[in-house]
């Protein structure tokens, strides 16, 4: 089969060149062709202002408090642990790690354990991050194939309050952009503690002549992390390819991208606390060496963008080839006390999709109409299995199964100016799933389809003195895995299962305010609420995520953008309270829930002066393990630090530190029973955590020739 989602991928993305290539191909200008101009005048879009960090453009056409662009100027100022660093530019957003540095990251925002990213939906490029009925976790969104420098803007959105936003987009989405053209060629050497080294080269050119030669950039990196571990490092080794072809201008555009990951690594889960305490390991060290995990990953993306007349047409096409295996070991020798417990998960998967969309600028009266309407599509065919194993060696199979997946919607929407001090938009999703399940129990197989429609509605009221308020409503969703909205029995077991639904619908409110009254200060302040139908919850002993009861979580965003002179700053603050809403007599907290957020930053920048420097610092806490709250995760917070030299005009030094006050806590933790050697036969409930990495430090070495 892995042969056969290759050749599938391939043929996506051929067929979706030849469609969008003709579609943004020069036409004779209108007036030239005896064609009537439109009087409509399209106003200047937003997607192609160059964002270089978080914009104080917002008030006079946001849609929420709560959305937002950073763009390159962001990245430069924070030293980067690992690419899933990249999405914490996205205010109150945080990005930790529970196993090997190759692994998705662990993702929170807005009170979610999002786990690998369920619940909030990534794209890079247009290609969809988040993967459905993933071997690992429903929603897995695997960031570690981004190269930071070539980032050019992230766009978030809190919240389910945008009809294009189809899966995994609850609590909100971001879409990070890729440069077209670098300033200059870059070539980067990075070394540090652990054994830590990277390498990277990027430049862009022109290509052909005239006035719009179409740029193509190219980047390539090298990396090797062990980490702070003692008992053997991460071992953490790969590659990354970037080639960018890119033309066209804000009225009419076109790019094809191709991208390339391959990475292994020793993953370096989390360990019982029990076990360090007793002294039987170190906090750097682990109980079972085994655990690891490979991933390759090729994307080929095409978009386009074009004006005609009062209207603008946008179309995204993708492929994706996907090959993800990843060895674990959780509860040690809880289920097999003389073979131990390690298992394997196995993903491989081809993927193609993309979304349509088009925008007409119309007169309604005095006032402006602008109406949206679009597609967006998803095919994914899936080989995934769960595997008993040993020494990474498989010993039998618990389940294999393919699956081929569809998912996607319709959306309309609808924005108008009603006065001088109201903004409308509204909005309407139609989302359908379908999957097809065919496993190696056949009572496990099946097919299932569901559909939902989300209504959304935004109103913006202002601007007065620079300050807009805005009021938001809308419905959103998550898709559960395929495999269990079909299941009959518990593969292992073999006692009967529960279903979960194919869509869980959720509901969201923000009431925010916006404003840039105070010169450089960019402030907004939200007060939001989220309730789920249906939570997803981590299962220690499976190493994955079940559908499980229905949730609300509600709070209060704070964030601070300042820019005075050399200064820039910024503070945000997340506080949210989040239960389950059902009566259950284990209790109605929420597992990893996260109360408190608070991320602050300072850097300071001179084009006179050769040095730059900058710090920033995260808190986390208030985030109950088990259901009745008598479990808790300590609070962190961490601080790091960033200092620059310049030794040229085209030389640059600096030095990353990270964990600056060299504290010793956690990057994760979990609540569950496992059971190591000569333990009762039932195993230990324990917290199990992943610690925060050590004091350590990266010394760049950076060329603009």
């Known amino acids: 089969m892995h042969r056969e989602n290759l050749e599938r991928a391939a043929l996506a993305a051929l067929f979706g060149f030849a469609v969008v290539s003709p579609l943004f191909s020069e036409e004779p200008d209108e007036a030239a062709s005896g064609k009537p101009k439109v009087n409509q005048e399209i106003p200047a879009i937003e997607e192609e202002v160059e964002v270089r960090e978080r914009s104080d453009r917002m008030v006079g056409f946001a849609v929420s408090a709560s959305e937002g662009s950073t763009g390159t100027l962001d990245l430069s100022r924070r030293p980067i642990l690992r690419p899933g660093d990249v999405v914490e530019t996205v205010p109150e957003m945080v990005a930790t790690q529970h196993s090997g540095g190759g692994k998705a990251n662990q993702f929170f925002v807005r009170?979610?354990?999002?786990?690998?990213?369920?619940?909030?939906?990534?794209?890079?490029?247009?290609?969809?991050?988040?993967?459905?009925?993933?071997?690992?976790?429903?929603?897995?969104?695997?960031?570690?194939?981004?190269?930071?420098?070539?980032?050019?803007?992230?766009?978030?959105?809190?919240?389910?309050?945008?009809?294009?936003?189809?899966?995994?987009?609850?609590?909100?989405?971001?879409?990070?952009?890729?440069?077209?053209?670098?300033?200059?060629?870059?070539?980067?050497?990075?070394?540090?503690?652990?054994?830590?080294?990277?390498?990277?080269?990027?430049?862009?050119?022109?290509?052909?002549?005239?006035?719009?030669?179409?740029?193509?950039?190219?980047?390539?990196?090298?990396?090797?992390?062990?980490?702070?571990?003692?008992?053997?490092?991460?071992?953490?080794?790969?590659?990354?390819?970037?080639?960018?072809?890119?033309?066209?201008?804000?009225?009419?555009?076109?790019?094809?991208?191709?991208?390339?990951?391959?990475?292994?690594?020793?993953?370096?889960?989390?360990?019982?606390?029990?076990?360090v305490d007793s002294g039987l390991i170190g906090r750097f060290d682990l109980l079972d060496d085994g655990p690891r995990g490979e991933n390759t990953r090729f994307s080929l993306s095409a978009n386009g963008q074009r004006t005609k007349g009062n209207a603008v047409d946008r179309v995204s096409l993708w492929?994706?080839?996907?090959?993800?295996?990843?060895?674990?070991?959780?509860?040690?020798?809880?289920?097999?006390?003389?073979?131990?417990?390690?298992?394997?998960?196995?993903?491989?998967?081809?993927?193609?999709?993309?979304?349509?969309?088009?925008?007409?600028y119309l007169n309604a009266g005095s006032r402006g109409l602008q109406v949206s309407t679009g597609l967006d599509f998803r095919y994914d065919a899936i080989d995934n299995g769960l595997l008993f194993s040993q020494d990474a060696v498989p010993t039998s199979a618990i389940r294999e199964d393919s699956i081929d997946q569809w998912g996607g919607g319709l959306y309309v929407q609808l924005e108008t100016k009603l006065t001088d001090w109201m903004r409308v938009t509204a909005g309407l999703r139609g989302h359908f799933y379908d999957a097809d399940v065919t496993s190696?129990?056949?009572?496990?197989?099946?097919?299932?389809?569901?559909?939902?429609?989300?209504?959304?509605?935004?109103?913006?009221?202002?601007?007065?003195?620079?300050?807009?308020?805005?009021?938001?409503?809308?419905?959103?969703?998550?898709?559960?895995?395929?495999?269990?909205?079909v299941i009959a029995v518990d593969p292992l077991t073999r006692e009967i299962a529960d279903l979960s639904p194919p869509l869980v619908e959720s509901e969201g409110f923000d009431i925010g305010v916006r404003t840039v009254a105070i010169p450089g200060l960019q402030s907004t302040l939200t007060l939001f609420r989220l309730d789920l139908d249906s939570e997803l919850v981590f299962v220690g002993d499976a190493g994955a995520t079940e559908a499980g009861r229905p949730s609300r979580r509600e709070g209060v965003e704070w964030t601070n953008h300042y820019v005075r002179g050399s200064w820039i700053g910024d503070l945000d603050v997340t506080l949210t309270d989040g239960e389950f809403t059902d009566a259950d007599p284990s209790g109605n907290e929420i597992p990893g829930a996260v109360g408190t957020t608070i991320a602050a930053g300072i850097a300071w920048e001179n084009d006179r002066s050769r040095w730059g420097a900058g710090l920033r610092w995260r808190y986390f806490g208030d985030v109950p393990l088990i259901e009745d709250g008598s479990q808790e995760w300590d609070s962190s917070q961490l601080l790091n630090g960033r200092l620059s030299y310049r030794l040229s005009e085209r030389l640059e030094l600096q030095l990353d530190v990270f964990n600056l006050l060299d504290r010793e806590q956690s990057d994760i933790e979990y609540f569950y029973a496992s059971r190591l050697p000569g333990e009762p036969v039932d195993g230990i409930e324990d917290v199990h955590f992943h610690p925060t990495i050590r004091r350590s430090g990266r010394l760049t070495l950076r060329w603009r020739p």
């Not at 890119?246 to 292994?264: E, K, L």
């Not at 080839?321 to 196995?346: C, R």
């Open 111 to 275: 009170g979610f354990n999002l786990d690998h990213g369920t619940d909030f939906a990534f794209s890079v490029d247009g290609v969809p991050v988040n993967m459905p009925t993933h071997g690992h976790g429903q929603g897995y969104a695997d960031l570690n194939f981004l190269i930071p420098e070539i980032v050019g803007r992230a766009r978030f959105r809190k919240g389910p309050y945008w009809a294009e936003i189809g899966d995994f987009s609850s609590a909100g989405g971001v879409d990070i952009d890729l440069v077209d053209r670098l300033p200059s060629r870059l070539v980067q050497l990075t070394g540090g503690s652990f054994d830590f080294g990277r390498a990277l080269f990027a430049e862009s050119f022109s290509l052909g002549t005239g006035p719009d030669p179409g740029n193509l950039l190219v980047a390539l990196e090298g990396f090797h992390d062990d980490g702070p571990w003692t008992t053997r490092g991460d071992d953490y080794d790969g590659g990354k390819a970037v080639v960018r072809w890119s033309q066209g201008d804000s009225r009419r555009s076109f790019s094809v991208t191709a991208m390339g990951y391959d990475a292994n690594w020793l993953s370096t889960d989390q360990v019982p606390r029990r076990a």
């Open 319 to 360: 492929a994706l080839a996907n090959d993800f295996t990843l060895v674990s070991n959780f509860t040690y020798f809880l289920g097999d006390e003389d073979g131990g417990d390690e298992f394997t998960q196995l993903d491989d998967r081809a993927s193609f999709g993309g979304d349509l969309s088009r925008t007409w």
């Open 440 to 485: 190696s129990l056949n009572l496990n197989s099946g097919t299932v389809s569901d559909e939902l429609l989300l209504p959304k509605l935004s109103v913006a009221l202002g601007p007065w003195s620079d300050t807009e308020l805005y009021l938001n409503y809308g419905l959103g969703m998550h898709s559960n895995d395929a495999r269990g909205t």
